[in-house]
């Protein structure tokens, strides 16, 4: 792809990006994404963020700093991956969530509406509304976190 300018909106300015020829959104230059991911056309990826496998990044959907996002996993509306976060396996992080720090989003998981993940958190279900994963805390299986629910240090569900 041809390599240009782009400004990611990260107080960078324009740095060497390209138009992902699966989808046609931006990645910068320090990013990696490979050929068989699907990035739309107003979706980004920048940073050093690694995204790979038969992920999808789309919507207005942001992959950045460290964070990887591969296997099925999928990254759509205003949603943010992070930071050293980790989504995959056929994860889904939709609308306005943000799954960030240490974080690993997994399985079957869905973060979704405003929710947060975030800290050293493992999330493999479903977390949405309002609702915040922090910490150490490991939310998985059958569970739900939703409302304003906070999870966090420790807690395991």
Do not use: C
Request: net charge neutral.
């Amino acid at each position: 792809p041809e390599v240009t300018k782009f400004d990611f909106g990260d107080g960078k300015g324009l740095v060497p990006a390209h138009k992902h020829p699966n989808g046609g959104g931006w990645v910068a230059e320090t990013a990696s994404v490979e050929g068989s991911v699907s990035v739309g056309p107003k979706a980004r990826v920048f940073g050093t963020a690694q995204v790979f496998g038969d992920a999808w990044v789309f919507d207005y959907a942001k992959v950045y700093g460290n964070a990887l996002v591969y296997g099925d996993a999928r990254v759509s509306g205003n949603a943010q991956v992070y930071g050293d976060a980790w989504v995959f396996g056929n994860a889904q992080v939709s609308d306005g969530a943000r799954v960030s720090g240490n974080s690993k989003v997994s399985g079957n998981a869905k973060v979704f509406d405003y929710a947060k993940v975030y800290g050293n958190a493992l999330v493999s279900a479903l977390v949405y509304g309002n609702a915040r994963v922090s910490g150490d805390a490991k939310v998985s299986s059958n569970a739900q976190v939703y409302g304003t629910a906070y999870v966090s240090d420790g807690v395991i569900l």
